[in-house]
């Protein structure tokens, strides 16, 4: 996964942001949820309008599209060990706040997506105006050592037909949270909350898009974070272990509850992973 292309329009190219090879367990990765994560509109008024002006012309297009919240991706700090004779589990802590999906097709996905950033080798300035909802994606081992990819089908909005690890999204409303008006007392719990969500997401888009009992999965590791060059799109990805053969797995996924949103299911031996990856989005 270690990999940076040099070309934007390339939408297989990505920029590495966070590796953690060994895998980080829930344990090592903690949360900061605040609003201080938020984007930052940007100062352009017409820019800032089309926003809403390409959202309408989406969901008039499309009356399937829902405004859900997301979590948004505001950078993050990774500790790692200390090198002391008493070395401490390397750490990291993921700064996170709200966005939309509205949000997301108005700057991400919109034609003008680089005109919202701001030249900065810092991630957080150079994105501050996007909205970057956070996605997710499991390289997932069966138990004879295939790794599993999906190809997108052509009625998903994002890279049709295109081969991908399964995920989606961690989701704010499956832990109650639509917004940042609570108690701040709360924030411990709240963090804690959002942390779990990371980890329990993937494995529930693993679940729905492969169809795979939840038995089956090992606890994630978290591995890294990789942004998307072509449109500033940050993702996490998990190393997850499954304990079926891709021949059980591939008899699960002809009645996987999200099976619309590919047509394919491939089980990849590791050493072809490499070759697999040059046409990943």
Known sequence: MEKEASSTDDPSSFTLLVSCPSGLSPSQVSVAFSDA???????????????????????????????GKKFRYGGCVLHAKDGSDHECEPHL???????????????????????FLVPSEDDS????????PLGNGAVVETNDNKILVLQRSDNVG?????????????EPQEIGITSHQYNKELTESINTKVSQEMF????????????????SLSIPAFIGISRRNLNVRPAAFFFI???????????FYSSAQ???ESTQLYAVPMVNLKLVLIVLA
């Open 93 to 115: 802590c993921l700064h996170l706040g709200l966005t939309d999906y509205r949000t997301f097709v108005g700057t991400n996905l919109s034609p003008l997506w680089e005109r």
């Open 37 to 67: 994560y938020d984007r930052i509109p940007h100062s352009d008024v017409i820019l800032e309008n089309t926003i809403s002006e390409i959202w309408k012309q989406r969901s008039q297009k499309n009356n399937s599209l829902f405004n």
């Open 241 to 251: 272990k499954c304990g079926l053969d891709s021949k059980e797995v591939r008899q």
């Open 158 to 170: 994002e890279f049709p037909g295109h081969f991908v690890f399964p995920g989606g999204h961690p």
């Open 200 to 215: 329990d997401s993937i494995v529930r888009e693993v679940v729905e898009e492969i169809g795979v009992p939840a038995s």
């Open 125 to 132: 300035v150079l994105c501050q105006h996007t909205s970057n």
């Open 258 to 260: 999200d099976g619309y």
